[in-house]
C-alpha cells in the first residue's frame, strides 16, 4: 500500500454541487420599481400605447431581460456579523440597471435581502468599503477608531453612500470616475482619461488622475506617490500618470497593484497615509525653472476655467459633468459656496464637519477646484511670466488654498521587463493567496499568454516593509484563492481544475455529477481564441485514451464504490466521457467555496473540501507542520491532502485511521504489515488510494471474517481487561501465524519523506497527547493517539515513554508487540531534534511536583497548539508558587518554547498577546490568576473541560475572587468567577450613554383622559422604594400641578350683588394664579432629567391653566372676562418656566439633534414663550451645543427677548467653564460695554442685556480672565446714561454684573494672577458701603461723561443698587478662603448709627457671604447661627421674644427687629449651602427649628413691629435652606412645611413666596428623588443665582433679579441614587450598603449602613461603598482610586447590579429574612403546633388566601358566645 503515491491521477472530490444564480436577480425582476424603470428607458411612449397594446409589452419585456443581461454584475464576500462572531456565509451585492441589491445567506441559513437601494441613474458599480470615523488623521494604530460600515453606490456623476446605521451621504464627483476601490481608509477614484481634455493652449501639467476620499463629508483630495530611485532621494508628486491603472488593491496589507499600460508592467505599491512633511513638499511647488512648458499662459487657463463654470464645456472635459451639476443651481459668480454640497438626511451626520479646523480645506465653487489642479503640479505655473498678470488677482482669489493630499502611495516592486512582452498583457484577475505553511503569493493572471504568475512576498521582521520575492509562472486559464484552506484553484487551458498551493500542485479537482452532453466535441478545449472549426475531430477515441489522467467530468453522479472507477473506468467507460459542457472560468470564491461558470452559461458553485475535519487531526497536523522544514511539510500536507480529499474520501470516525496510515507511510512503515494498522476500518469507503487491491466484498462470508473480529481491536480490550481474570474468561486461541509471518522482516523503508524526522514528530506527538489530556472533551482521541505513539516509541527503543503510556492506559497498551526494526545503518540518518528529551514530559508529573514543592525543568510547549498546558503550568507557577514574574518575562522557568529556527517575530507576537496589560488594581494572587486568564481568553467553559485535579487550583482562586471582587474588573473577569451582576454592569458601563433600565417607557396615550399635567413620566418603580410607606409623591405632584383648572371657594353673602359676588371670584381667582404661576419652577425640579423623548414626536408641554371652578355647580371662572383688571404680560414668564420645566425632564443622555429641537418650535405666537424656556432648558441639560449655529442666529434676529434670554442662557449653561470663542462672541453682541467704543449703538433690551452678563459668568466660569473681570466690575456701577439708558431696573443688572464677576473669578481669593492693578476686593467694598466714584478707567470713559438727565446720583456710588451684586462677588471670589480680614468687612454693624445706613435685606446677603467665606466656622446648630447677630441686636430685639422690652429713644426697635430676622435668615441660608444634599441631621433640626420659629412670629401680634413681608421673606429663605440640606430626600416634615404654605394664599402671600416655597418643594424631591445637590464651588455659584434671597413682587417682576436665572439649580444638580437593581428579574430592589466616609477634621473615618435605593453623600467625602450580605454578594466599589466608575454609574440612572445569593429571597418579599432556607423552620423539632399571633403569618407568606385565612379564622372575635365555640387560646395556633 506503501506505493499509493506513485500513482499520478491524484484527485481532489469537490463537495457540495449546488446550481448558482445570484440572489439578486431574482429579486430585481420582483422588485415593483424595476420592470417600469427598465420600459420607460427602452421603448419610446408612442410605442408603449400602440394599438395592440399586448404585443408591445411583450416587445418590451424581451428587451428588458436582454438588456439586464448586458447590465448585470455581483460580488461575493465572506459574512460580517455586525457584534464580531465568526459568520459562515455568503453575501452578495448584485447591480443591475438602477438597482443595488444586498443579500446575506448560506447553506444553512436562507438567503435573504438585506438591503435594497435604486438610485436615478443607471449604477457604474457598487462595493462595500468601511469608513473610519476618527478625529486626528495620524498614521497610528486605528484599532481604536470607530469604523463606519457602507455600501457605496457610483453612479456617472455622483457616488451615493449608505451606512448601516442608516445615514445617507451623497457626494458628487468632480470627474469622470473610470474605477472606484475600497481601501483601508476610505475609497479611491480612478478618474477616467479623455484625450482631448487639455486646453488649446501651450502643453501643461497633468491633472492627476487618483483621488482619495476618506469619508462621505471629507474633501476629495489627490493621491501622491513616492517613488524611491536607486541613486537619488526619493521624489514625492502627483500621481499624473495616464497609462497607470489600477488592477488590484487589498487592504491588509494595505497595497494597490498598477499596470502600466505604455510599459505593459505590473508593479505593486504601499498604500497608507500621507505624512505630513509629503504634503508639503506638494504644496510648496519648487520655484527653480521658468521653462516654456510650466508657464500656463493665464489667459486660456483662464478662458479654460470660465467655459468650465458656464456649463458649456466641450464634452471632453473631465469636469464636465462636475460644472453642469453646479452650473444649474449656482451662478459661477460665487466662488464662497462650497462645491460639494452633501445632501444629508441625518443631521448628526454633519459633526465631522463641526470642528472649525476643518472649514480651511474647502472647496469654494468650482473654479477653485479647477484652479487648484492645475496648479497640483510638481513645479509651480510662475503667473508673472505673463503679460496681464494684473489679471491674475481677479480670479486667484486668496480663500483657493491647495488641497492636501490624504493618502500616498510607496513603491514596492515592478516585475521584471522581458523581450517577448505583449503590449496587452494587464492582469485580468489578481488575488493574494497563502500556502499551507502561511507563505505568501500575489498571483496575477495575465490572459492574452494564459498565465498565472505568482510572487512571493512577506513582512519585513520589523513589521514595516514586504518584501517581494521569485515570480513563478503557472499556465492557467483563470485561477480562484481558497482562503479556508490556504490554496487556490487554477483552471488550466486543457480544461482540468488544479489544486495549488503556493506553487505546488495538489492534485485535480473532480467534480462529481457535472451534465454529459453528447459525444461530439473532442477533448481539446476551445480556447477563446481559437476559431472552433479550426480544430478537427480526428481520432477522439485515441485523444482521449492519450489523455487518461485528465479524466475531469464523471458520469456517475455520486461515486462511492470508488474501486471501480479505479479500474475499469478508464477503458469501459470511455464511451460516457464527454467533455461538451467544460469550465469556462472560475468567480466569486468565499473562505472554501467558489463558482464555476460552464460553457453554456449555468453556473455551479461548489465546496473544496477542508484539510481535516476531526479535531485530533487537525492538532497533530498542525503540531506536525510547526516542527517540519517549511518545504518538507508543504509536500507532508499535500500528499495529506490529496488522500483525504479522494473522491469517495473518508467521514469523520475512519478519518484518523486514515490519517494514522497516511503518515506512517510516508515515515517508511508497511502499513498492509503491521498488525494493528492493517484491521483498520475505513467504513467500506475503500477508496482507490487505500486499498486498490481489496476485492469485492462478497455475499457469503468467509473464514477471514472471523479472524477479523478475533483481531479487532475491540475484542483484544475486552480480552486483557483486568475484569476476565476476575470472571475467569478464558482466553481465545486466534492463530498467530499471521503475526508472526510479519514480525519476521518488519523494517522502515529510510528513503521515505518524513523518515528522519521520525522522533521530532514523535515528540511533538507526544505534546499533543499530553495537551488533549486536559481536555476531558478529547478522551477518545487521547486513546487513539496513543497506539500510535506506543508503535513509534517501541520502534525508537523509548523504554520510558512506553512505561509512561502504559500508567496512563494499562489495557490499551500491551507489554508486547510488533517492532519494526530500523536498520543500524540508517539510526544515524534519524534526526533527534535539540528538543527532545528521554524522559517524557508530563503535565500531571509537573503540576504534582510542583505541589509538593520540588524543582522542576521547564515545561515544553508549542506555540499555538499546546496553549492548555502553558495556561495550566503558569496558572500553577503564579498561584502554588506564588511566583508573580511568571506571567510577565515570557516565563523561561516553566516553559520551553519548541521552535525548529529562532522565528523572531513570531515570539515578539507572543509576547505582546499574553503579557499582563491589565491597568485595574489587583491585588492577591487570585485575582491575578484570573484576570490573566481573561486576557488569554480562558472562559468557564474552557475550565468546565479541565480536569477535575488540575482544574482544582483555578476554582480556588476563582471561589476567592468571587467573595470579593473589585468593582472596576473588566465584563469576561466577572463572567469568568459567576458574577453576573458586576459582568452586567461592566457590560453596561461600556455601552453609550443611553436609556437605561429604570427609564420609565410610558407610552405618550396612557394618561390621555386625565391631561397631561408634565409629571406622568417619573419613574414609578424606583419612587415606589425610597418611598414606600406613604403616597406622599401623589400629593406632591398634586401640589405641583398647574394644568387644571384651580376651585375657587368664595361663599356669597346675602348682601353681595351678583355680579360682585362674580368679581369677588374673579379677585380670588387672581390671587389663586399668582400660586400657579410659580408652580412651574418647582415642577421643573421635580420631574428634572427623567424623560427619554421620542425623537419622531414634540416634546409634550403641559397647558398653563389659569381658569378656576368655583363649587357648588362647577361653572367655569375666567380672567378674561373683563370684569377686573388683569396685569399685561401677567402670563408671559410663567410660560416661560412652563417651558423650562417640561424641557428640563428630557435626560442628559437623551439622543436629540438640532432637527428636533427646530421641529418643537410652535406654530402659535403665544406658545414663543414656552419655545424660549425649553431652549434655556435643552441649554440646561447639554443638547443645546447640538442646535446648529444658523438656526441660534434664526432665533436671535427674532429679535422676541424671552427666546433671547433663552437662548443666551441655554448656550452659556452648555458650554459652562469653556471660553469659548464663538458663544463669547455671541453674548458679546448684546453687551454694550463688551463692544468696542466706536461700535453702533444696538438696542438691546434690558433683560437680555441682563441674560447676556450672567452667560459671560458662566462661559468663563472660574478662568479669572482679565479683560472679562475688569468690565464686568466696572459693569457693577454702571452709571445711568443721558437719554434714559441703563435707568430702569439698574439693581438686577448690576446683580448680574456681580455674580458674574464672582463666577469668572470663583473661589480664586487673593491669588488673581494679573489682576492686582485692578484692586478688585477694595472696588467691591467700595461698591458695597458707597463712597466717591472713581474716575472711570479704560475705554468706557466716553460714554460716561454726561450724567442722566433723570437720575440725580451725584459723584457717590448708588449703594442700593450696587450692594448686592459687590456683595455676592466677594462672596463668590474669596469662597471657601476662610478669608478672615474680607470676612471682617461684611460682619454685620454693630452701633445703632452704622445700622441705619445699611439695608436690612442687605444684611442677609453679607451675613450669606462672610459664612461663605468663612466655609470651615459653618456649624451647624442654632447657637452658631445666633452667633452671627450682633450683641446690639441681641439686646434689644423685641421681634425673636414676645416680651416688650424697655427701650431707650435712640434706638430704632423698626431697624433692630429686621436686621435681627434677616441676619438670622443669611445665616440659615449659609448653613444651607454648606450642608446642601447632605441630609445631615443636626442640621435640618437647627433649620426647622426656625422656620418653625419665623411661622410663630408671624402670627405673633408684634409680627407688624418686624413687617409681614420681611418675616415671609425670611421663612422662605429659611425654607429653601432646609430643602436645599434635604434636597431629593423628600422629608415628610419639610413636606408638612411646604403643604401648608401652598394653602396660604391671601394677605402677604404674593408670587414671589409662591415661587420660593414651591421651589423648596421641588428641591426637596430634586429629579423624584434621584438627583442631590453638590457642594462643589460651581454649584455653590448656581444655587446663588438660581436661590437669591430677593423673590419678585409679581410675575413681571425682573428688577432686583431675572426670573429665567431661578433655572441655574440645575448646573448644582448631580445624580446620586444608587438603585439596586436585581441581575436576575432586571427589577429594582432594596440592598444593604455600607458606606465609609473618610475622616475630616470634624468626624474620624466612620461607616455607617444605608438601605438603597438611596442618595449617597457627596462622592469627595466616602472612602468606599459596599453592598453587604448576606442576602446579596458582596460588592466593593473603592472610592480611594478614583470615582470615575461610580460616577457613570450614577450617571446611567445610578443602576448598580445586584445578585441574591442562592435560597435568600429579597427585603421585599422578606422583610425580616425569616423565609430564608438557613432560616430555622417554624415547627422547630416537635410536631405539635406553636401558638403565634396571626398579624406574624404576614412576615412568611404573601399568599393572598393564607392571610384571609388567618385573618378569619384564627383571630379572636368580639362575641362572647363564639368566644366559648373558638377555644381557649390567647394566642389561636396556626398550624403551618
Given amino acids: 500500500m506503501s506505493n499509493f503515491y506513485e500513482e499520478r491521477a491524484t484527485m481532489i472530490a469537490a463537495g457540495d454541487l449546488q446550481e448558482f444564480v445570484p440572489f439578486g436577480r431574482d429579486h430585481c425582476k420582483h422588485h415593483p420599481n424595476a420592470l417600469n424603470l427598465q420600459l420607460r428607458q427602452l421603448q419610446p411612449a408612442s410605442e408603449l400605447w400602440s394599438s395592440d397594446g399586448a404585443a408591445g409589452l411583450v416587445g418590451s419585456l424581451q428587451e428588458v431581460t436582454i438588456h439586464e443581461k448586458q447590465k448585470e454584475s455581483w460580488q461575493l464576500r465572506k459574512g460580517v456579523s455586525e457584534i464580531g462572531e465568526e459568520v459562515d456565509y455568503d453575501e452578495e451585492l448584485y447591480m443591475a440597471g438602477n438597482m443595488v441589491i444586498w443579500s446575506k445567506g448560506s447553506k444553512s441559513q436562507a438567503l435573504a435581502v438585506y438591503k435594497a437601494f435604486t438610485v436615478d441613474s443607471p449604477v457604474q458599480q457598487a462595493l462595500w468599503c468601511d469608513f473610519i470615523i476618527s ?40 470627474f469622470q470616475v473610470a474605477n472606484v476601490w475600497p481601501t483601508k481608509y476610505g475609497l479611491l477614484f480612478e478618474r477616467s482619461s479623455s484625450s482631448c481634455e487639455v486646453p488649446p493652449g501651450p502643453p501643461r501639467e497633468p491633472l492627476p488622475t487618483l483621488f482619495s476620499m476618506l469619508h462621505p463629508l471629507d474633501e476629495i483630495t489627490p493621491l501622491v506617490c513616492k517613488s524611491g530611485s536607486l541613486f537619488g532621494s526619493s521624489r514625492v508628486q502627483y500621481v499624473v500618470d495616464h497609462a497607470m491603472k489600477i488592477v488590484f488593491l487589498h487592504t491588509d496589507p494595505s497595497i494597490v497593484m498598477t499596470y502600466d499600460t505604455v510599459q505593459g508592467l505590473h508593479s505593486v505599491w504601499a498604500l497608507r497615509r500621507v505624512k505630513t512633511e509629503e504634503g508639503n513638499v506638494v504644496l510648496k511647488f519648487s520655484e527653480q525653472g521658468g521653462t516654456p512648458q510650466n508657464v500656463a499662459t493665464s489667459s486660456s487657463l483662464t478662458a479654460h476655467l470660465r467655459s468650465l463654470s458656464k456649463g458649456d464645456s466641450p464634452v471632453a472635459s473631465p469636469f464636465q459633468n462636475y460644472s453642469s451639476i453646479h452650473s444649474q443651481s449656482r451662478s459661477a459668480s460665487s466662488p464662497s459656496l462650497h462645491s460639494r454640497s452633501p445632501s444629508i438626511s441625518n443631521m448628526a451626520a454633519l459633526s465631522r464637519a463641526h470642528s472649525p479646523a476643518l472649514g480651511v480645506y474647502s472647496f469654494s465653487g468650482v473654479q477653485r477646484f479647477n484652479l487648484s489642479s492645475h496648479n497640483h503640479s510638481p513645479k509651480r505655473h510662475s503667473f508673472s511670466h505673463s503679460p496681464s498678470s494684473n489679471s491674475n488677482g481677479s480670479f486667484i482669489a486668496p480663500e483657493t488654498e491647495p488641497i492636501v493630499p490624504e493618502l500616498c502611495i510607496d513603491h514596492l516592486w515592478t516585475e521584471t521587463v522581458t523581450r517577448l512582452r505583449k503590449k496587452n498583457s494587464q492582469a485580468s484577475k489578481v488575488f493574494i493567496t497563502s500556502d499551507l505553511c502561511g507563505q505568501k503569493f500575489l498571483c496575477y493572471l495575465v490572459d492574452s499568454e494564459l498565465q498565472l504568475r505568482c510572487v512571493k512576498f512577506q513582512e519585513s521582521n520589523d513589521k514595516t516593509q514586504l518584501i517581494f520575492g521569485s515570480v513563478t509562472n503557472i499556465q492557467a486559464k483563470d485561477a480562484a484563492p481558497v482562503e479556508k484552506i490556504d490554496t487556490m484553484l487554477v483552471l488550466e487551458s486543457s480544461g482540468n481544475l488544479v489544486l495549488y498551493t503556493g506553487v505546488v500542485r495538489v492534485g485535480k479537482v473532480f467534480i462529481p455529477g457535472l451534465p454529459a452532453p453528447s459525444l461530439t466535441m473532442s477533448n481539446t478545449m476551445p480556447r477563446p481564441s481559437t476559431p472552433l472549426d479550426g480544430v478537427t475531430t480526428t481520432n477522439p477515441l485515441s485523444k482521449l485514451l492519450g489523455s487518461l489522467d485528465e479524466v475531469l467530468v464523471s458520469p456517475v453522479p455520486e461515486l462511492r464504490d470508488s474501486s471501480k472507477l479505479h479500474d475499469s473506468l478508464y477503458t469501459e467507460d470511455c464511451t460516457f ?12 470564491p468565499v473562505r472554501n467555496r467558489v463558482t464555476l461558470e460552464l460553457s453554456n452559461g449555468s453556473m455551479v458553485r461548489i465546496t473544496i473540501p477542508e484539510i481535516a475535519t476531526s479535531e485530533l487531526v487537525q492538532t497533530c497536523l498542525q503540531a506536525i507542520k ?48 503491521l498488525a494493528w494498522t492493517r484491521n483498520f476500518d475505513f467504513e467500506g469507503s475503500l477508496s482507490p488510494v487505500i486499498a486498490p487491491k481489496k476485492a469485492r466484498p462478497s455475499e457469503t462470508g468467509s473464514d477471514d471474517d472471523w479472524e477479523y473480529l478475533l483481531n479487532s481491536d475491540y475484542h483484544q480490550n475486552v480480552e486483557s481487561h483486568l475484569l476476565n481474570r476476575s470472571l475467569c474468561l478464558s482466553p481465545l486461541e486466534v492463530s498467530q501465524m499471521k503475526d508472526e509471518d510479519f514480525s519476521q522482516n518488519l523494517s522502515l523503508d529510510s528513503s521515505t519523506l518524513l523518515f528522519t524526522h521520525i522522533p521530532a514528530i514523535f515528540f511533538v506527538l507526544h505534546l499533543v497527547y499530553e495537551e488533549l489530556k486536559l481536555n476531558t472533551l478529547m478522551g477518545e482521541g487521547v486513546r487513539s493517539l496513543v497506539e500510535l505513539l506506543v508503535q513509534l516509541a517501541r520502534d525508537l527503543k523509548l523504554e520510558p515513554y512506553v512505561d509512561h503510556y502504559y500508567r496512563d492506559y494499562p489495557t490499551l497498551v500491551r507489554t508486547t508487540g510488533q517492532v519494526c526494526a530500523i536498520d543500524q545503518g540508517q539510526t544515524g540518518f534519524l534526526q533527534y531534534p535539540s528538543f527532545f528529551t528521554p524522559e517524557p514530559p508530563s503535565v500531571y508529573h509537573w503540576v504534582s511536583s510542583c505541589l509538593k514543592g520540588e524543582g522542576m525543568p521547564p515545561y515544553p510547549y508549542l506555540p499555538g497548539i499546546c496553549e492548555r498546558g502553558r495556561l495550566v503550568v503558569l496558572s500553577i507557577a503564579l498561584y502554588i508558587l506564588g511566583d508573580e514574574s511568571s506571567l510577565s518575562d515570557e516565563s523561561s522557568q516553566y516553559l520551553s518554547r519548541i521552535s525548529i529556527a529562532p522565528q523572531k517575530p513570531q515570539a515578539e507576537q507572543e509576547e505582546s498577546r499574553f503579557s499582563f496589560r491589565h491597568s485595574t488594581s489587583v491585588s492577591s494572587l487570585g485575582e491575578r490568576l484570573v484576570v490573566w486568564m481573561t486576557n488569554v481568553g480562558f472562559t468557564l467553559r474552557d475550565l468546565e473541560t479541565l480536569p477535575f485535579g488540575i482544574a482544582l487550583p483555578i476554582r480556588d482562586a476563582i471561589y476567592h475572587c468571587r467573595e470579593q471582587p473589585a468593582s472596576d474588573w473588566p465584563e469576561a473577569v466577572c463572567l469568568l468567577i459567576g458574577r453576573q ?18 427609564s420609565s417607557d410610558v407610552p405618550s396615550g396612557t394618561e390621555t383622559e386625565e391631561e397631561d399635567d408634565g409629571m406622568n413620566d417619573m419613574n414609578q418603580e424606583v419612587m415606589s422604594l425610597i418611598w414606600s410607606e406613604d403616597l406622599r409623591v401623589q400629593d406632591v405632584r398634586r401640589l405641583l400641578q398647574s394644568a387644571h383648572p384651580v376651585r375657587v371657594n368664595v361663599v356669597q353673602y346675602p348682601e353681595l350683588s351678583d355680579h360682585e359676588f362674580i368679581e369677588e371670584k374673579e379677585n380670588r381667582l387672581l390671587q389663586l394664579c399668582q400660586r400657579t404661576m410659580a408652580l412651574p419652577v418647582g415642577r421643573g425640579m421635580f420631574t428634572l432629567f427623567s424623560y427619554h423623548p421620542v425623537p419622531t414626536e414634540p416634546l409634550p408641554i403641559p397647558k398653563l391653566n389659569l381658569t378656576g371652578r368655583a363649587p357648588p355647580r362647577n361653572t367655569t371662572v375666567d380672567l378674561n372676562s373683563g370684569n377686573i383688571d388683569v396685569p399685561p404680560n401677567m402670563t408671559s414668564w410663567a410660560s416661560f418656566h412652563n417651558g423650562v420645566a417640561a424641557g428640563l425632564k428630557i435626560a442628559p443622555a437623551s439622543q436629540i439633534d438640532s432637527a428636533w429641537i427646530v421641529y418643537n418650535k410652535p406654530k402659535h405666537a403665544e406658545l414663543a414663550n414656552e419655545y424660549a424656556g425649553f431652549l434655556m432648558a435643552l441649554g440646561l441639560n447639554g443638547h443645546l451645543t447640538k442646535l446648529a449655529t444658523l438656526n441660534i442666529h434664526d432665533y436671535l434676529t427674532k429679535g422676541h427677548e424671552m427666546t433671547s434670554i433663552g437662548l443666551l442662557l441655554g448656550v452659556a449653561a452648555a458650554k459652562l467653564g469653556t471660553m469659548d470663542m464663538s458663544v463669547t462672541r455671541l453674548l458679546s453682541i448684546h453687551i ?49 446714561g443721558p437719554e434714559m439708558e441703563y435707568c430702569t431696573d439698574r439693581e438686577s443688572y448690576s446683580l448680574a454684573a456681580g455674580l458674574a464677576l464672582g463666577m469668572v473669578c470663583l473661589g480664586h481669593g487673593s491669588n488673581l494672577i494679573g489682576m492686582s492693578d485692578l484692586n478688585v476686593p477694595e472696588q467691591l467694598y467700595q461698591y458695597m458701603v458707597g463712597g466717591h466714584r472713581r474716575f472711570q478707567a479704560g475705554m468706557h470713559r466716553e460714554k460716561h461723561k454726561s450724567p442722566s438727565y433723570q437720575i440725580k446720583e451725584g459723584d457717590t456710588i448708588n449703594v442700593d443698587v450696587t450692594c448686592p451684586g459687590a456683595t455676592l462677588a466677594l462672596a463668590m471670589i474669596y469662597l471657601k478662603t476662610n478669608n478672615r480680614s474680607i470676612a471682617d468687612w461684611l460682619r454685620a454693624p454693630d452701633t445703632m448709627y452704622l445700622l441705619d445706613f445699611v439695608k436690612p435685606e442687605f444684611l442677609l446677603l453679607r451675613t450669606l457671604a462672610r459664612c461663605l467665606i468663612l466655609w470651615d466656622d459653618i456649624l451647624p446648630n442654632s447657637k452658631w447661627v ?23 429713644e435712640d434706638l430704632n426697635l423698626e431697624t433692630l427687629s429686621q436686621a435681627h430676622v434677616y441676619i438670622i435668615a443669611g445665616a440659615c441660608l449659609s448653613l444651607g449651602f454648606r450642608f446642601a444634599g447632605s441630609e445631615n441631621l443636626s442640621a435640618f433640626n437647627c433649620l426647622h427649628k426656625f422656620a418653625k420659629d419665623f411661622m410663630t412670629y408671624l402670627s405673633a401680634p408684634n409680627a407688624s413691629v418686624t413687617g409681614p413681608y420681611n418675616l415671609e421673606t425670611c421663612l422662605s429663605v429659611v425654607l429653601l435652606s432646609l430643602a436645599m440640606v434635604m434636597a431629593g430626600s423628600g422629608n415628610l416634615k419639610v413636606l408638612q412645611l411646604c403643604r401648608f404654605l401652598h394653602m396660604k394664599t391671601g394677605g402677604e402671600m404674593n408670587y414671589g413666596f409662591h415661587l420660593a416655597h414651591h421651589m423648596a418643594l421641588g428641591l426637596l424631591f430634586l429629579g423624584g428623588g434621584r438627583y442631590s445637590l453638590s457642594t462643589s464651588n460651581s454649584s455653590i455659584a448656581a444655587l446663588l443665582c438660581a436661590l437669591y434671597p430677593h423673590f419678585p413682587a409679581h410675575s413681571t417682576d425682573n428688577r432686583y433679579h431675572l426670573q429665567a436665572l431661578r433655572h441655574l439649580y440645575v448646573l448644582a444638580a448631580e445624580p446620586r441614587l444608587l438603585v439596586p437593581v436585581d441581575v436576575d428579574t432586571n427589577m429594582p430592589c432594596y440592598a444593604l450598603l455600607e458606606v465609609t466616609y473618610k475622616g475630616t477634621q470634624w468626624y474620624e473615618q466612620t461607616k455607617e449602613e444605608l438601605m438603597a435605593p438611596t442618595l449617597l453623600p457627596e462622592l469627595h467625602l466616602l472612602k468606599q461603598i459596599k453592598v453587604k450580605g448576606p442576602r446579596y454578594w458582596e460588592l466593593l466599589i473603592d472610592l480611594s482610586k478614583g470615582t470615575q466608575h461610580l460616577k457613570s454609574i450614577l450617571s446611567k440612572d445610578g443602576v448598580l447590579y445586584v445578585k441574591l445569593r442562592a435560597g435568600q429571597l429579597s427585603y421585599k418579599e422578606d422583610p425580616m429574612g425569616w423565609q430564608s432556607l438557613l432560616a430555622q423552620t417554624v415547627a422547630n423539632r416537635n410536631s405539635e403546633a406553636r401558638a403565634f399571633k396571626p398579624e406574624t403569618i404576614s412576615t412568611f407568606t404573601s399568599d393572598p388566601a393564607l392571610l384571609s385565612f388567618a385573618e378569619y379564622f384564627c383571630k379572636p372575635t368580639v362575641n362572647v358566645g363564639q368566644n366559648v365555640r373558638m377555644g381557649h387560646h390567647s394566642d389561636y395556633t396556626v398550624v403551618l
Avoid at 451582576?981 to 429604570?998: I, M, R, T, W, Y
Fill in 135 to 174: 478625529q486626528d488623521k495620524s498614521d497610528k494604530d486605528y484599532s481604536s477608531d470607530e469604523v463606519e460600515k457602507c455600501i457605496c453606490i457610483l453612479q456617472s456623476s455622483c457616488i451615493n453612500i449608505h451606512s448601516i446605521e442608516g445615514k445617507d451621504y451623497i457626494a458628487s464627483l468632480p
Fill in 577 to 588: 466521457q464527454q467533455l461538451g459542457t467544460y469550465i469556462h472560468s472560475i468567480r466569486d
Fill in 626 to 673: 510547526f516542527i517540519l522544514p517549511k518545504e518538507i511539510a508543504v509536500q507532508m500536507l499535500v500528499k495529506w491532502y490529496s488522500v483525504h480529499s479522494a473522491p469517495g474520501g473518508p467521514s469523520d470516525h475512519s478519518e484518523w485511521n486514515l490519517f494514522v496510515t497516511c503518515l506512517m507511510n510516508m515515515m517508511g512503515y508497511n502499513t498492509d504489515r
Fill in 981 to 998: 451582576d458586576l459582568s452586567k454592569q461592566a457590560c453596561e458601563g461600556n455601552l453609550p450613554k443611553g436609556k437605561s433600565v429604570l
Fill in 1232 to 1280: 454694550p460695554a463688551l463692544l468696542p467704543p466706536t461700535s453702533t449703538e444696538l438696542d438691546v433690551p434690558h433683560n437680555v442685556q441682563v441674560a447676556a452678563v450672567v452667560g459671560i459668568g458662566l462661559v468663563y466660569q472660574g478662568t479669572a480672565h482679565r479683560h472679562t473681570a475688569e468690565v464686568l466690575l466696572a459693569e457693577i456701577g454702571r452709571p445711568p
Fill in 1426 to 1448: 445666633d452667633s452671627n447677630v450682633p450683641q446690639i441686636i441681641r439686646e434689644n430685639s423685641i421681634s425673636l421674644s414676645e416680651i416688650e422690652l424697655p427701650c431707650s
